[in-house]
């Protein structure tokens, strides 16, 4: 079945540990994101990417890096630089268009001790 | 820089009422997604507007964008408790980049 599969589902760190989320698709999309959700809120940009070796900072970059080595795989980094780096982030994937839907992952859960 | 709001931020409704969310964007948008996330999951495509003054239906959803392309909204005919979670939408800037509405969290009452 294609589809985005998002690791780990959820993740407990130390403050001050960086960590790595894992975002691979299957769906053969050029167009991959990264959304942070806090409790309650919407969906905010983090970083997205239109095609592999390129991507572009969303709304909320600081503190995360990401990469773009392979079409199926987009990585998130959260650093120690991240000053709130607990909440659930979903990774999503679009095909190449000026329309189509964004595929989401399951998500993961990140929480900093 | 550009914001996409959803009014309201909740709503609780008997089963059985009618249900609206509402999104507006500070600037002209060339199509609007709307998504539901039910409770603990992840954000599921509904559907897409694209033209002016678009209305489209989906059994008891009505979907429509507004004749300037800087607001939508989402009806919901006779809820059930299915219908609970959060609504979003969705617009682009330019191609690729995907900005979502501050969401509507739907309960419903049975």
């Known amino acids: 079945d294609g589809g985005i599969t998002q690791s780990p589902k959820y993740l407990f760190r130390k403050e001050g540990q960086n960590v790595t989320l894992s975002c691979e698709q299957n769906?053969?999309?050029?167009?991959m994101y990264w959304y942070r959700q806090d409790p309650g809120q919407g969906l905010r940009l983090i970083y997205y990417?239109?095609?592999?070796?390129?991507?572009q900072k969303g709304d909320i970059a600081e503190g995360y890096s990401v990469s773009r080595e392979k079409k199926e795989s987009f990585p998130l980094t959260v650093t120690s630089a991240q000053k709130n780096p607990t909440a659930f982030y979903l990774c999503?994937?679009?095909?190449?268009?000026?329309?189509?839907?964004?595929?989401f992952g399951e998500g993961s859960r990140l929480t900093v001790l | 820089g550009q914001q996409v709001m959803q009014i309201p931020q909740y709503q609780h409704v008997q089963e059985g009422e009618d249900f609206t969310t509402y999104c507006n964007s500070s600037?002209?948008?060339?199509?609007i997604q709307w998504y539901k996330q039910r409770p603990g999951g992840h954000p599921v495509f509904l559907i897409q507007?694209?033209?002016?003054?678009e209305v489209k239906k989906q059994k008891r959803l009505t979907f429509q964008f507004g004749e300037a392309k800087k607001n939508s909204s989402l009806h919901i005919t006779a809820t059930q408790t299915t219908d609970v979670g959060t609504y979003f939408c969705?617009?682009?800037?330019?191609?690729?980049?995907?900005?979502f509405g501050t969401g509507t969290r739907l309960k419903v009452l049975a």
């Open positions: 999503a994937s679009k095909e190449d268009s000026n329309t189509g839907e964004l595929f």
């Open positions: 769906l053969n999309h050029d167009a």
């Open positions: 990417s239109q095609i592999v070796n390129d991507f």
């Open positions: 600037t002209t948008l060339s199509n």
């Open positions: 507007l694209v033209k002016s003054g």
């Open positions: 969705a617009g682009p800037l330019g191609t690729y980049k995907y900005i």
